[in-house]
């Protein structure tokens, strides 16, 4: 069965780590350059201050980013998220939201750069919002990208 940004998102909601977390994925882009991820603060995801607990903040933000890049490159690469940080900026209360966008052209930029193998790091970032539109959380992301073996071996191009 072919992994569809819908069915994705649906799976990806239904996958234990996030549906007891309280994280729901709204939607992955056709193209796969935009998803949007929402955390529902409650009993179990807030914290002793009865705000949004950290730890879900940055389970929220988790795979995203490597997911928009390694479903545009393909799978000729090995794509991992390697490193993230997360500076709070307000308490966190009520339906939070995570925008992620990884356009077509950096995703061709980061395939560029990591031909022939090369091992790419590259950082994104986001932002947190709660309902009101005030950023809770400023998030960065660094992703790890490479050719793989196979088939630069296969290019004649092993580095």
Same mark, same amino acid.
């Given at each position: 069965m072919k992994? /569809?940004?819908r069915r994705l998102a649906i799976g990806?909601?239904?996958w234990a780590p996030n549906l007891f977390s309280g994280i729901r994925i709204r939607r992955?882009?056709?193209d796969w350059t935009h998803a949007t991820v929402?955390?529902?603060v409650n009993l179990i995801t807030r914290n002793y201050v009865k705000t949004a607990f950290g730890g879900s903040m940055s389970a929220m933000t988790d795979p995203y980013f490597f997911m928009l890049v390694m479903h545009q490159l393909g799978r000729d690469y090995v794509v991992w998220? /390697?490193?993230?940080e997360i500076e709070f900026l307000k308490p966190g209360r009520g339906v939070l939201t995570a925008e992620f966008h990884v356009s077509k052209e950096k995703a061709a930029e980061l395939r560029e750069r990591a031909h022939g193998g090369t091992k790419?790091?590259?950082w994104f970032e986001t932002v947190i919002t709660d309902r009101d539109g005030d950023i809770v959380a400023r998030v960065r992301r660094?992703?790890?990208i490479r050719e793989k073996k196979r088939v630069t071996t296969a290019r004649g191009t092993d580095r």
């Amino acid at each position: 069965m072919k992994v /569809t940004p819908r069915r994705l998102a649906i799976g990806m909601s239904l996958w234990a780590p996030n549906l007891f977390s309280g994280i729901r994925i709204r939607r992955f882009s056709e193209d796969w350059t935009h998803a949007t991820v929402e955390l529902h603060v409650n009993l179990i995801t807030r914290n002793y201050v009865k705000t949004a607990f950290g730890g879900s903040m940055s389970a929220m933000t988790d795979p995203y980013f490597f997911m928009l890049v390694m479903h545009q490159l393909g799978r000729d690469y090995v794509v991992w998220d /390697t490193r993230g940080e997360i500076e709070f900026l307000k308490p966190g209360r009520g339906v939070l939201t995570a925008e992620f966008h990884v356009s077509k052209e950096k995703a061709a930029e980061l395939r560029e750069r990591a031909h022939g193998g090369t091992k790419v790091l590259e950082w994104f970032e986001t932002v947190i919002t709660d309902r009101d539109g005030d950023i809770v959380a400023r998030v960065r992301r660094e992703v790890y990208i490479r050719e793989k073996k196979r088939v630069t071996t296969a290019r004649g191009t092993d580095r």
